[in-house]
Nanobody
């Protein structure tokens, strides 16, 4: 089994920054892609940013230029640096990882979520 543990959420003022971390542990052979999603009350979960094992990144238009995703392949950890936060960034942020096991099969795992609240 694989566990994803997120940390770094909290309450900040608009314009401030937060850094989220997502650490993967367990029977991991390799992690193909790691991503951050968010879900605000009454809204669907949406992709915020994703990064492949090779370092290619993808961002939602709403966060381009403000958020940066990165990963440490040795530590199996992904990070989301969030700058210039806005009240509309308020949501529960979830980490997702596509993990290849030693069997060669790949599975999708989610973290438990971390709350980010941006006050105006």
């Amino acid at each position: 089994q694989v566990q994803l543990v997120e940390s770094g959420g909290g309450l900040v003022q608009a314009g401030e920054s937060l850094r989220l971390s997502c650490a993967a542990s367990g029977s991991i052979f390799s992690i193909n892609k790691m991503g951050w999603y968010r879900q605000a009350p009454g809204k669907q979960r949406e992709l915020v940013a994703a990064v492949t094992s090779g370092g290619a990144t993808d961002y939602a238009d709403s966060v381009k230029g403000r958020f940066t995703i990165s990963r440490d392949n040795v530590k199996n950890t992904a990070y989301l640096q969030m700058n210039m936060l806005k009240p509309e960034d308020t949501a529960v942020y979830y980490c997702k990882a596509i993990v290849t096991m030693s069997t060669g099969r790949s599975y999708q795992y989610w973290g438990q979520g971390t709350q980010v609240t941006v006050a105006s």
